[in-house]
């Protein structure tokens, strides 16, 4: 509720709400780095494998079930730098708590795997009809591989970003781009 200002000072505005790289608070819990190793390498690569990913996840999932896009349709929010093979399993874990199963599951009765909140979920739209409609995400060319992640999300979500000249970006990040889009529909190159 805190946030309500915030969101509609940015649709007044035009403005996007971005969560970039490090805005997360969810660490690896600190058992993890007592792995018998001799250095903190490992839960190093923990935090920034499950905490980068994990953080993007819980604020687009809570702003689409609990009615943030709804109540402000014109917000964009825009995350960057944490990479993008996330997307397909929180769109497909946001269909199946609406009760909304893939067709090539469809063999009778519908089986969760958990909660389903389709019986008191009660917003206009489903919760990956907001993330298509108000969330963007770029993949860094030079660090994330497009394929097959783009092959499994709604390609209007994707947006270009480098990040150069940092060391995760690229000055060829175009060229990057465009050698990964090759035999890609223009649809999806385009992002409709």
Known sequence: PDFEPVWSAAEDLGMAAVAHV????????????NNGANDLVTFGVLNMLVG????????????????????????????EEV?????PHLLYGLDLCVGRAPAELDDGPYRPSHIVLNETYDLPLAPVEYI?????????????????IIDQIPPEILCFSSDYPHVEGSD?????AERQLTGVSEQVRTGY
Do not use: Y
């Open 83 to 87: 990479g993008i093979d996330w997307l």
């Open 52 to 79: 980068s990913q994990t953080a993007p996840q819980l604020l687009l999932a809570a702003m689409a079930l609990d009615g943030v896009f709804e109540r402000h349709p014109r917000l964009v929010v825009l995350v």
């Open 172 to 176: 060829c990040a175009v060229t990057i």
């Open 132 to 148: 298509r409609r108000q969330v963007r995400v770029t993949p860094l060319p030079a660090s994330h591989a497009l394929h097959p």
């Open 22 to 33: 490090g805005f997360s608070r969810e660490r690896v819990n600190r058992g993890w780095a």
